[in-house]
């Protein structure tokens, strides 16, 4: 199998900071043509329809295969941190110093939430470490945070944390909500 040295940087994954986009790690595609031709896409052959396909879905003909560029991963460190709207502007400075000091390990998702029930506003961020490092620096403006309604943070392996993720979502939101 041929590896393609395309690269680039960004994306929604905890991984995209070192190992980019999904579709920029495709390394060829198989794919049947209109006029019914099956030809193999890559870096060196149809590399116009290679490209095109990182962004195209579907458009250009049905795709039968891919390969795609892996990478290993062990353990990591990572989960959620749930917190009142209160602790809004110490994450803010949190984020300011993530990307003033960049770590291409560190992902987080922060997103803003609201509780009919308790008729307020929390901060839900989910953080991710892709190193097995627990309690990395860049993430104490998150982890430290006081008050917390939830800390899930712990080193795990992916395959774990999404069984996990389910099962702890499960306990939060109500039955058909998720």
Not at 87 to 103: I, N
């Amino acid at each position: 199998m041929q590896t393609s040295n395309v690269r680039n940087v960004g994306g929604i994954s905890y991984f995209s900071a070192r190992e980019g986009l999904v579709c920029d790690n495709i390394i060829g595609y198989e794919i049947a043509l209109s006029s019914g031709a099956i030809i193999h896409a890559n870096q060196t052959s149809h590399s116009d329809l290679w490209r095109a396909l990182k962004g195209g879905s579907s458009n250009f003909g049905i795709v039968t295969r891919f390969d795609i560029r892996t990478f290993p991963q062990g353990p990591f460190y990572g989960g959620v941190v749930s917190s009142p709207i209160s602790t809004l502007d110490a994450q803010l400075r949190g984020f300011v110093e993530l990307l003033e000091d960049f770590d291409p390990y560190a992902a987080i998702i922060m997103s803003m939430r609201w509780n009919k029930d308790s008729d307020s506003f929390s901060i839900f961020c989910n953080l991710e470490y892709t190193k097995e490092e627990s309690d990395p620096a860049c993430f104490r403006p998150f982890t430290q945070v006081q008050p917390q309604f939830l800390n899930t943070m712990r080193i795990s392996t992916l395959s774990k944390k999404l069984s996990d993720f389910d099962a702890e979502a499960g306990k939060y939101v109500k039955s058909g909500l998720r």
